[in-house]
């Protein structure tokens, strides 16, 4: 009987949770989920985009990809990128928010300063980024008298370390307030036990601090991943994937390719592709690092 | 404390775990896909409206409110015009409005045109000669009522007839071709070059007196793509107008055509012959030193008057059309902004008074010309700012030497093609690619070379 | 937020400032003078004329400060609809992201029933969606429903958009809630609804803060979505405007560097304003996340 009433007390509960999920869980799935399965669908037809017939093709789009250098050159740029993003962010962040958190004064003006970046958006810092490395930087060596090349969009050689520095100008303030608020909230008896023990400076990061960031590190190193391996906005008023290639992007590739070059149906296989991929890493990179702090 | 730890580890198992969770139930979710996925819009675009456009335009004079939709491609010389052709519609017509959507031509424009042949057209829109052909074959355009054709240039409307009826209506008009510093070509003795050995003599002679022979921003790709149409143009195109057809039917190549390969090959000798920075170059700082005299050519087009005229009002310059082979190269004109009306607009009558307007209000016309620096296409309507080039542009026209550049851009179309093989082009230049590797790019992209 | 409390505060003070926090202090300076050098440059910019950009080299300071950028800009942005817009859109979807994101992440912490652990990782898996590559299916399904230029419509897209980075976060947040407090109320015969609004919701406060602030930056930054629900010249955000000053052909740089300090301005002073609320949400994100 006390067994029955707790159970359709649960049911009455669980229906009013339901209640609360549904509404986030309907535009959810109306606005990103559906598309997505739309443009799975349009992935297997040779669609241009524009007419009404969309021809199934079944997996050629799929196997086409394989074979295309434009293609998988994308690929190649956006992880090194990635691979870049991930670790110059991770470490110039985690260093601003040790710096940050020892005893210097003025603070606060520090952290607007590098912080204050990321509220811009990806569309006008590249836009900023094009007219420091084409202007500004290269009258800054006429001034100096110095000849440092800095003209690093113009240059397929070059175009990857001036994005690197644009992206990371912006987001290195944003995760080094996680890193930041990481590390204030590791308590300071165990720094104190540490020294105790005649654990030096070093010692203590390594020993102490990066443990007890394992989340923030976490955090920080998917968020920078997934946000790079997406990267668009900053390629779109700056180098526009060039010069030449250099600088295409997958999502730039499979824009230009479904939209510009009226392939709609081969873009869509792209995307497609480009979720799969975002979700191994994701995976592989949350399964790594939580063994890591399991081991800590 | 431990207590956070292990809540923390907690949750990061439990995302993780999730995480898992969600790769299988995306490849599950991959079969119902198809089951799942809208049918999208299946609206066939009829012609039914065909009746509607013969009726008179007066019908609806007195009419009721009419709200009519515009999609505006522009470029940045381009916007504010809307707001000229409200006041002048409202003067004539005040019972119409105009709902603007404005967007950037290079960048947007196809794509919303893509969104809308989904949703269904806006009544009338704003785009360039070049995109009749694009969109008339999906049977989405309207034909454009000869009473406003007939008060256009005949020159403008070869190229937006498709199978004897005509879906747009040219407004304006662009020059392409080599601008140069009329100053310093006098100063120095230089003539017009006709040939290529003429032009080679004025770049030898710049660069033993320490001048830039050529101004040029490679930092945006469409311009290396723009240069190149109009090398193709006259190398080209003049003697073989069908070079795109035969392309496509595997009779002629970019690997085995000459021409084509010396097309190609002088954005190698404007690379040779312009700043060592220009793939870091812009367009405003590259008409910025045309003007200052550090370089004495720039292959462009009218859309750097406005620039060159923002620096120094003075600024004398001419125009001539890139010498060829052959030494009987054209100057080349661009109809820009061309107007084009859906095929299923429910207001053809006040779709037409605004053409109306447009086609007939004489100082509206001369208002937008002198504001976007670009020529008329409309009969006996000229514009009145000052423009240096302008006696050289009538020489030219008066010769017969002019070009409408919509053939080749018909021919080999831009988004998707030209577009990408001025990447190939750059990716040349910097010696990423082989002169052989971009040509066989080109090739390689053969499906994508026609609109449709 | 308990957390803070018995930190740092005093024992900063106790810290000796010793040579070498004084050479960290100046590494720490440079750093941040290199970090702010192109803002700087950019509200440089902003006060000259066409003609100085050209002319003069781009460290020198303007002739004069004249106001006349700021003035082209907000005429060309045609400033007073897109702002106006921009912050009602960014308002508007924020607030309904807030009261979503609350229950429904708490939902699916408390009801241990299968549908919520699969409505989690449903949520999650949107994280990693580039919404960027769906850009006409998001049309298409937007126009069917009648979305497109209209308000709601893209209010809409942003919460669809912005909701599972949302749950994530406040998600992470739960465990900050005892239980103890949930289950005294609910004996108390709340029901669930009441439960969240009395209990819960006041004890989320410093996670909604974090949330607002985040999604506030993005959308009010958002460029592709917004070109894509809203062109209307009167709906559009100040982004997409400000993106058609540096199209292609013929950029108007002084009139645009004016519109990029006008579009951040708000959105600075909001997270100066409110930064002790964002780090405070960061610090219980972040450790207990």
């Known amino acids: 009987m006390a067994k029955k009433t707790k159970s359709s007390m649960e049911d009455k509960m669980a229906r009013q949770y339901l209640i609360l999920v549904l509404p986030g869980f309907l535009i959810f799935t109306v606005g990103l989920i559906i598309p997505l399965l739309l443009s799975l669908r349009y992935s297997l037809t040779d669609w241009d985009g524009m007419a009404t017939e969309k021809i199934f093709v079944g997996l050629k789009n ?61 569309v006008i810092v590249g836009f900023i980024w094009l007219k420091m490395f084409s202007n500004v930087l290269p009258a800054m060596n006429d001034w100096l008298g110095t000849n440092f090349n800095f003209l690093l969009f113009g240059d397929a050689k070059t175009v990857l370390g001036g994005l690197l520095i644009a992206n990371n100008w912006q987001w290195i303030g944003y995760w080094m307030l996680i890193y930041l608020a990481g ?93 799969i991929a975002l979700l191994a890493v994701a995976l592989i990179q949350v399964k790594g690092l939580k063994s890591k702090e399991v081991q800590a | 404390m431990k207590k956070k730890i292990v809540s923390s580890l907690l949750a990061a198992v439990m995302v993780s775990s999730m995480l898992a969770g969600c790769g299988q139930s995306n490849d599950a979710g991959s079969a119902p896909a198809d089951a799942a996925g809208e049918a999208p819009a299946q609206e066939q675009s009829n012609e039914t409206e065909a009746e509607a456009e013969t009726e008179a335009p007066a019908a609806e004079e007195a009419g009721e409110e009419v709200t009519l939709t515009v999609l505006a491609g522009q470029s940045t010389t381009d916007a504010g015009i809307e707001d000229m052709i409200d006041e002048a519609l409202a003067e004539k017509y005040p019972n119409i409005t105009l709902e603007w959507e404005c967007v950037d031509w290079g960048n947007d424009f196809q794509p919303k045109m893509q969104q809308y042949l989904q949703s269904g057209l806006p009544d009338i829109m704003i785009g360039k000669a070049q995109d009749v052909a694009t969109y008339a074959p999906q049977g989405v355009l309207a034909e454009i009522d000869s009473t406003y054709l007939d008060r256009g240039l005949d020159a403008a409307r070869e190229n937006v007839t498709i199978d004897g009826k005509t879906y747009g209506m ?98 190698k000798l404007i690379f040779d012959n312009t700043y060592p920075d220009t793939f870091s170059t812009e367009q405003t700082d590259c008409d910025a030193k ?99 080039s302008q006696a050289d542009i009538d020489q030219y026209a008066a010769d017969g030497n002019i070009v409408d550049v919509t053939l080749g851009n018909n021919q080999l179309v831009w988004g998707g093609f030209q577009e990408e093989n001025a990447k190939d082009i750059a990716a040349w230049l910097q010696g990423q690619e082989s002169f052989e590797d971009a040509l066989a790019a080109s090739d390689g992209r053969v499906d994508a070379s026609s609109a449709n | 937020m308990a957390i803070g409390k018995k930190k740092k505060g005093e024992a900063e003070s106790a810290v000796p400032y010793t040579k070498g926090l004084l050479a960290l202090q100046m590494m720490m300076t440079l750093a941040a003078l290199l ?135 406040m998600n992470s947040f739960m465990n900050t809630v005892p239980l103890e407090l949930e289950e005294a109320a609910r004996i108390d015969g709340c029901s669930v609804f009441r439960t969240y609004f009395s209990i819960v919701l006041p004890l989320l406060k410093p996670a909604m803060a974090t949330l607002v602030i985040m999604q506030s930056f993005q959308i009010w930054n958002d460029y592709l979505l917004a070109s894509l629900y809203v062109s209307k010249k009167q709906l559009k955000t100040l982004t997409v405007a400000i993106q058609s000053l540096f199209s292609a052909q013929s950029s108007d740089y002084t009139t645009a560097m004016a519109a990029i300090v006008v579009s951040v301005l708000p959105i600075a002073v909001l997270f100066i304003s409110l930064q002790k609320y964002f780090i405070k949400g960061m610090t219980v994100g972040a450790v207990k996340g």
Not at chain 1, 199 to 204: F, H, L, P, S, V
Not at chain 3, 106 to 134: D, N, T
Request: charged residues 15%; aromatic residues 14%.
């Open chain 3, 35 to 169: 970090f702010a050098a192109p803002i700087l440059i950019i509200i440089n910019y902003s006060f000259k004329s066409k003609k100085e950009l050209y002319l003069n080299s781009p460290l020198a300071l303007p002739e004069s400060i004249s106001f006349d950028n700021y003035v082209k800009a907000f005429d060309k942005l045609n400033m007073k609809a897109t702002f106006v817009n921009t912050l009602f859109y960014t308002a508007t979807s924020v607030l309904i992201l807030a009261m979503l994101c609350g229950t429904t992440a708490w939902a699916i912490a408390r009801c241990k029933k299968k549908f919520f652990k699969f409505a989690f990782v449903y949520f999650i898996v949107g994280i990693l969606i580039p919404y960027q590559a769906l850009f006409l299916p998001i049309y298409t399904i937007g126009y069917k429903m009648k979305l497109t230029n209209t308000r709601y419509g893209i209010i809409f897209m942003y919460v669809a958009t912005g909701i599972s980075f949302g749950v994530f976060l």
């Open chain 1, 62 to 122: 799929y196997v086409k990809l394989f074979q295309d250098k434009e293609f998988l050159d994308s690929w190649w740029f956006t992880i090194k990128f990635t691979v870049g993003n991930t670790l110059i962010q991770n470490i110039a962040a985690l260093l601003f928010a040790v710096a940050l958190d020892s005893g210097i004064k003025a603070k606060k003006i520090y952290r607007t300063v590098f912080f204050v970046p990321c509220l811009i958006s990806a």
């Open chain 2, 170 to 267: 040219v407004y304006n008009a662009l020059y392409q071709g080599v601008y140069y510093n009329k100053d310093m070509f006098a100063e120095n003795g230089w003539e017009v070059p006709k040939t290529m050995d003429d032009l080679q003599a004025i770049i030898d002679d710049c660069n033993a007196k320490g001048i830039k022979p050529f101004a040029s921003h490679m930092v945006d790709t469409w311009s290396i793509g723009n240069v190149t149409m109009q090398f193709m143009m006259n190398d080209v195109f003049n003697n073989t107008p069908d070079w795109g057809d035969q392309f496509r039917e595997g009779k002629v190549s970019f690997a085995d055509s000459e021409e084509m390969k010396t097309a190609y090959e002088y954005n």
């Open chain 1, 183 to 275: 590390l204030q909230s590791v308590p300071s008896e165990l720094y104190e036990a540490a020294k105790v023990d005649g654990a030096g400076a070093i010692k203590r990061f390594f020993n102490v601090t990066i443990p007890m960031l394992a989340p923030a590190i976490t955090i920080c190193v998917v968020g920078i991943t997934t946000g790079s391996l997406k990267v668009y906005d900053l390629l779109v008023s700056s180098t526009k994937g060039g010069p030449g290639r250099a600088s295409t992007s997958v999502i730039y590739k499979t824009y230009t390719t479904a939209i510009n070059g009226r392939q709609y149906g081969y873009g869509s296989a792209m995307t497609v592709t480009l979720v």
């Open chain 2, 290 to 388: 045309m003007v200052m005299g550090e370089a004495a050519m720039k292959v462009s087009g009218s859309w750097s008057i406005q620039n060159f005229l923002d620096i120094d009002e003075s600024f004398n310059f001419g125009i001539f059309p890139f010498p060829n082979q052959t030494g009987d190269s054209k100057l080349i004109f661009e109809p820009n902004i061309t107007i084009m009306t859906s095929a299923q607009t429910e207001h053809q009558d006040a779709v037409n008074q605004v053409l109306d307007v447009l086609t007939s209000d004489k100082e509206l016309a001369v208002e937008i010309y002198d504001y976007t620096k670009t020529a008329s296409m409309l009969k006996d309507v000229s514009p009145t700012f000052e423009n240096p």
